[in-house]
């Protein structure tokens, strides 16, 4: 099933990086980088992306220029998620946003492809949201499997404009218990929606 057209990818990778001691976006992983990988798994599936930067991020903006991705600056970033929300949704003409992190780069392609497949037959105000299933989570680290929300998180046009004024560091969660009803989770097999990189630990394993 093809996805519902007009659906695309915002991937927020504004962040300080505070708990990982570096830049985690540009730590080696394999042949590429934490930022290259997740960017390049995401351009496999959704025709259009969108990733949220820093003012500051010259030389990441130019690593991903090969990639044909759209950047745009979050310049109240350093306030938190919120703000890089905001500012990756702002002026969107799509019909549906995923909402994914940078700092996530071990999400599958077949992943995203069931999630952007499942826009075909969604409402105008479901949203959708990946859940692990059981046999993945017993694969995932324990201090992962305790993560509140799995990514990337499919929001239709519907909420672009409440997803526009989010602020703080909060992100999206308080529209996700304001709409909690309104979820539908899409089961998959795949640890990679959970795991985010924090720390060199992280990396590592």
Known sequence: MNPQPGTGAVILGAGFSRRYGADKRLQPLGDSTVALTTCRTYCQVF??????????????????????????????????????????????????????????????????????????????????????????????????????????????RHYFAELQACSGDRGARRLLTKYRSRITYVEVDDPGVIYDIDTPADLAR
């Open 47 to 156: 025709p259009q992306v969108r990733v949220v930067l820093r003012d500051d991020d010259t030389a990441l903006a130019e690593q991903l220029k090969p990639l044909g991705v759209e950047t745009v600056i979050a310049e109240l970033a350093h306030l938190g998620m919120g703000h890089s929300l905001a500012a990756g949704t702002r002026g969107l003409s799509w019909q549906w946003a995923f909402v994914g992190l940078m700092d996530m780069p071990f999400l599958q392609v077949p992943t995203l492809r069931e999630l952007a497949a499942q826009t075909a037959r969604a409402d105008e105000q479901t949203i959708l949201m990946p859940r692990l299933s059981a046999a993945a989570a017993a694969r995932a680290p324990a201090a992962k499997r305790k993560q509140k929300a799995a990514h990337p998180i499919g929001w239709p």
